[in-house]
């Protein structure tokens, strides 16, 4: 059964470093999404991608946070300048695109752990 | 804005009693709703959707769920809860992106 693939899955990062996390969503996917979740609390929406630019974000998606999809298969946030409070587990979701989008579910990778020390 | 509610943070039910998870949902137009379930240190896992129609949904391992527009709410249902149910429970609603409820833990005992 295909899936969203993501990597590294844990990753320990100094304040203030740039850190990528990389996923590979669904490939037939057209709709791409990063969450993030703090310590099993509420998973809190990032940013939604289509057609190779953000169509939707949220307040926490600041000019610290960036996406990309450098090629046909792969869909990257960048976090510069990371801070404490930037550790969270960060998920990446897909969705095929179908009539209407809100009929269809959002599958999600398994996360990256970002600890920021 | 679309949002959902979940008013337990924790449910605990014995193995074979019947497990409800409640959501409660605000939204203009029709509503979309989804049920996702998260395992210890594992992503989210989608469950069910209710999109139109039957308003008793019916998803994987067992679970179903109850739209109930005059009370706005989106309940999920087991009628025989397993130990292995124990996880966290998130309700969502979908307009362009998904917006998911605070969750609620379900434990339960064997």
């Known amino acids: 059964e295909p899936e969203v693939t993501q990597t590294p899955s844990h990753q320990v990062t100094q304040m203030g470093q740039e850190v990528i996390l990389r996923c590979v969503p669904i490939?037939?996917?057209?709709?791409f999404y990063w969450y993030r979740q703090i310590l099993g609390q509420k998973v809190e929406f990032l940013v939604s991608?289509?057609?190779?630019?953000?169509?939707?974000k949220s307040e926490i998606f600041d000019d610290q946070f960036s996406v990309e999809r450098p090629d046909g298969s792969n869909f990257t946030l960048k976090i510069r300048s990371t801070k404490l409070e930037d550790s969270a587990m960060y998920f990446c979701?897909?969705?095929?695109?179908?009539?209407?989008?809100?009929?269809?579910?959002?599958?999600f990778g398994q996360g990256t752990r970002l600890t920021v020390v | 804005a679309q949002s959902v509610a979940q008013p337990e943070d924790q449910v605990n039910v014995a193995e074979g009693n019947p497990l409800t998870v409640k959501c409660t949902y605000s939204?203009?137009?029709?509503?979309?709703l989804f049920w996702y379930v998260q395992y210890p240190n594992r992503g989210l896992q989608f469950l069910l959707k209710?999109?139109?129609?039957?308003?008793l949904v019916k998803g994987s391992y067992g679970f179903e769920a109850e739209f109930n527009k005059s009370q706005t709410s989106f309940h999920l249902k087991k009628p025989s809860a397993l130990v292995s149910d124990s996880a966290l429970y998130f309700c969502?609603?979908?307009?362009?992106?998904?917006?998911f409820g605070a969750g609620t833990t379900v434990t339960v005992r064997a």
């Open positions: 979701a897909s969705s095929p695109i179908g009539q209407i989008l809100r009929n269809t579910e959002a599958f």
């Open positions: 490939s037939n996917h057209l709709y």
């Open positions: 991608f289509y057609n190779n630019e953000i169509s939707e």
């Open positions: 209710y999109i139109t129609g039957d308003n």
């Open positions: 969502a609603v979908r307009d362009y992106k998904l917006s």
């Open positions: 939204v203009s137009g029709n509503p979309y």
